[in-house]
């Protein structure tokens, strides 16, 4: 049985999530673990509300990859939004111990286009279970 008010809690901490993220773009002043560790927990809230939906219990887990996978086994085509299992790396390790000084500045619009279309997908799915 799908638990919709766990799922609307989940997408509900997501969106807060999602507002910070939209106040982030100055990578001067949110480094990318914090923009990175925005972004990885706005996809877990996310991914964790679509399991409760289908009335998955969710692992305590903050592997995007295995969430992706565990709402793919329902049959939902969610190839799109594959690039966000980079940022699980965020969740713990580069939080704490920061982000090697060579690497690639994050592409923040790209990043944030797609938890944008992930919140949206989950949104409209949560709001066509509520209404029936």
Same mark, same amino acid.
């Given at each position: 049985m799908?638990?919709?008010?766990?799922?609307?809690?989940?997408?509900? @901490? =997501?969106?807060? %999530?999602?507002?910070?993220? $939209? &106040?982030? #773009?100055? !990578?001067a002043?949110?480094?990318?673990?914090?923009?990175?560790?925005?972004?990885?927990?706005?996809?877990?809230?996310?991914?964790?509300?679509?399991?409760?939906?289908?009335?998955?219990?969710?692992?305590?887990?903050?592997?995007? @990859? =295995?969430?992706? %996978?565990?709402v793919?086994? $329902? &049959?939902? #085509?969610? !190839?799109?939004?594959?690039?966000?299992?980079?940022y699980?790396?965020?969740?713990?390790?580069?939080?704490?111990?920061?982000?090697?000084?060579?690497?690639?500045?994050?592409?923040?619009?790209e990043?944030?286009?797609?938890?944008?279309?992930?919140?949206?997908?989950?949104?409209?799915?949560?709001?066509?279970?509520?209404?029936?």
């Amino acid at each position: 049985m799908s638990d919709l008010r766990e799922a609307r809690t989940l997408t509900d @901490a =997501a969106e807060r %999530d999602l507002s910070a993220l $939209h &106040g982030m #773009d100055d !990578a001067a002043v949110f480094a990318d673990e914090i923009f990175g560790f925005h972004v990885q927990q706005a996809a877990e809230k996310l991914l964790k509300a679509w399991l409760a939906m289908l009335g998955e219990t969710y692992p305590l887990s903050h592997d995007l @990859a =295995a969430l992706l %996978d565990m709402v793919n086994t $329902h &049959g939902a #085509d969610v !190839a799109r939004f594959d690039t966000l299992v980079d940022y699980s790396r965020y969740a713990v390790r580069l939080r704490y111990a920061g982000a090697d000084p060579g690497a690639r500045p994050l592409n923040r619009s790209e990043a944030l286009g797609r938890v944008d279309e992930l919140f949206e997908e989950v949104q409209r799915r949560l709001t066509s279970a509520e209404s029936t």
